[in-house]
Nanobody, 127 residues
Framework: QVHLVESGGGLVQAGGSLRLSCEAS????????MGWFRQAPGKEREFVAA???????????YYEDSVKGRFTISRDNAKNTVYLQMNSLKPEDSAVYYC?????????????????WGQGTQVTVSS
């Protein structure tokens, strides 16, 4: 079992920045791939970013096209925490952001691949 708790959401003006955090517990964090999804009202939950474990201390990051160059996913294994640094925010980034853990496959964009989810944190970007 993996328990996930997100934090860091809030209200920000367009062009601003936020950093989301997701603290995990319940398993050896360093060997667990982690991801972020988001869900806007009336829309399906969509992939934002993932940081996958490739063995040892090797991790690869993946991003949805619309956030490349603006968002950065990172992790601090000593704190069992994954982060999503969001810069140059746009109103269309407004959504509830969910942390996810432990995918069963390698297509991280598929919501069904992920085994565990946090409760979500609201991000609102005003124009």
């Amino acid at each position: 079992q993996v328990h996930l708790v997100e934090s860091g959401g809030g209200l920000v003006q367009a062009g601003g920045s936020l950093r989301l955090s997701c603290e995990a517990s319940g398993r050896t964090f360093s060997s667990v791939s982690m991801g972020w999804f988001r869900q806007a009202p009336g829309k399906e939950r969509e992939f934002v970013a993932a940081i996958s474990w490739r063995g040892g201390n090797t991790y690869y990051a993946y991003y949805e096209d619309s956030v490349k160059g603006r968002f950065t996913i990172s992790r601090d294994n000593a704190k069992n925490t994954v982060y999503l640094q969001m810069n140059s925010l746009k109103p269309e980034d407004s959504a509830v952001y969910y942390c996810a853990a432990d995918p069963i496959g390698s297509d991280y964009r598929l919501r069904g691949q992920w085994g565990y989810w946090g409760q979500g944190t609201q991000v609102t970007v005003s124009s």
